[in-house]
């Protein structure tokens, strides 16, 4: 008996299904996703069932209905063929429960949904095995194998034409909502609304901050980011206190927003977690930068770990909808800089901030701090595309900065990204 072996993303679905017929072998096929499995069984290249555990594609729920006879008896007839080792097909046909045209309708039906199901399919296990149980070996009726894949292959094509169309509705449906009263953006976190009202006080002090800090969660992050390779610089902080000196406060507020952004979408940690290391890099490549072109580290950091505010948020919002993973990155890649900028605008951010955020792929538009704007343009595109620097000419020029001033940035990446290994 043999048996092959491999992944649908490796060897399609109608592949498989060819070489199957023209080779005119006989056997079955089993498809698997999760927890979701199908088995299409052949003989000399023909289709001659199908099994499937998902609704709408049970062979027996069809002759349930179709011959009106309960489960219970279904499945009496079905120990009887076994004993007289007679294929399930032909004992149906034998005992007149169906007749031969009506029997082989139900089962191309059946064929073509499992198999419009399974085209569907962008990962999954095939193994194909040389043997056939005997309950449909030699059974009565064989259907071209090209011609139900054909079908499925329209069907499906059909399917993703009504997909594509949804997908734009949930579109239109996300940016309306958040345009006309921001409904779906979250509110502003507690604890960062303390903390903001208190950088945006000059009279306050360290000690008030602390004051309003009691997550032990939170205060564990400050100190382990706090004494992390990238910011302790060997010193050993071991105090809420001492950390919050030491940092700053805008940098405090990177940290707030990250524990806050990380544990806004369970269902998507994974996802979150990618754009925060991203975000955290762009921050510290921005901050590095920033004296050289007369700008403040610690805003720079700021507005670096704060630009992809709208990723995390659109990254929640577009995951509560049934679409593809390449409709939810498009989503979230064509909006996220304008949504970003209305939760900014909601949160109370600054100014400075919310124009970060919103331009950081077009700093040319930006007006209260062009050069700021640039430099996250530019610490983005450098956090994208590593060594390769692909596109940061004009914004170098802009900036004035040479490309040595560049390079030793660039040259510390991959300490940077353990940094933020540690950080995350």
Not at 255 to 267: M, R
Not at 312 to 317: F, S, V
């Amino acid at each position: 008996m043999r048996n092959i072996r491999g992944q649908l993303g490796v060897m399609s679905l109608p592949d498989l299904i060819q070489w199957i017929e023209n080779s005119k072998r006989s056997g079955t096929l089993v498809l698997s996703q999760h927890a979701s499995h199908k088995k299409f069984y052949f003989q000399n290249g023909e289709m001659i069932f199908v099994w499937s555990d998902k609704e709408g594609e049970r062979f027996w729920s069809y002759i349930e209905n179709e011959t009106r006879q309960s489960a219970i008896g279904l499945k009496e007839k079905f120990k009887d063929s076994e004993k007289l080792d007679i294929p399930i097909l032909s004992y149906l046909l034998n005992e007149r429960l169906v007749n031969k045209d009506r029997l082989e309708f139900i089962l191309t039906v059946i064929l073509k949904t499992a198999l419009t199901d399974a085209l569907a399919w962008e990962t999954g296990i095939f193994e194909f095995v040389d043997s056939l149980p005997a309950e449909v070996i030699n059974g009565p009726i064989k259907i071209n194998s090209s011609r139900i894949l054909m079908d499925s292959i329209l069907q499906f094509d059909e399917t993703d034409q009504i997909s594509r169309v949804s997908t734009n509705h949930v579109l239109n449906e996300i940016m309306d909502q958040i345009r006309n009263g921001i409904t779906l953006l979250p509110p502003l976190p507690d604890i960062m609304k303390r903390i903001l009202e208190k950088i945006n006080d000059k009279n306050a002090t360290v000690a008030e901050v602390v004051e309003n800090i009691t997550d032990q969660l939170l205060i564990a992050k400050i100190l382990k980011i706090c004494n992390s390779p990238y910011f302790s610089r060997g010193i050993k902080i071991n105090s809420l206190h001492k950390a919050i000196t030491y940092l700053g406060f805008k940098s405090l507020l990177s940290i707030v927003t990250i524990h806050s952004i990380s544990s806004f979408s369970p269902k998507n940690v994974d996802d979150i977690r990618k754009i925060l290391h991203h975000s955290l890099i762009c921050g510290m490549i921005a901050k590095e930068l920033a004296e050289s072109v007369g700008e403040s580290r610690d805003t720079a950091f700021l507005c670096g770990v704060l630009h992809d505010l709208g990723k995390t948020i659109l990254t929640d919002i577009a995951g509560a909808y049934n679409i593809t993973a390449e409709a939810k990155r498009a989503i979230i890649r064509e909006n996220h800089t304008e949504t970003g900028y209305l939760l900014a605008k909601e949160w109370g951010f600054s100014d400075e901030i919310q124009e970060a955020v919103h331009w950081h792929h077009n700093p040319e538009k930006a007006d209260i701090n062009v050069q700021l704007v640039t430099l996250i343009h530019l610490a983005d595109m450098i956090a994208h595309s590593g060594r390769a620097m692909d596109g940061i000419g004009p914004a170098c020029s802009a900036l004035g900065l040479s490309q040595d001033e560049v390079m030793s940035v660039v040259n510390h990446l991959d300490r940077l990204t353990r940094d933020v290994a540690n950080i995350l």
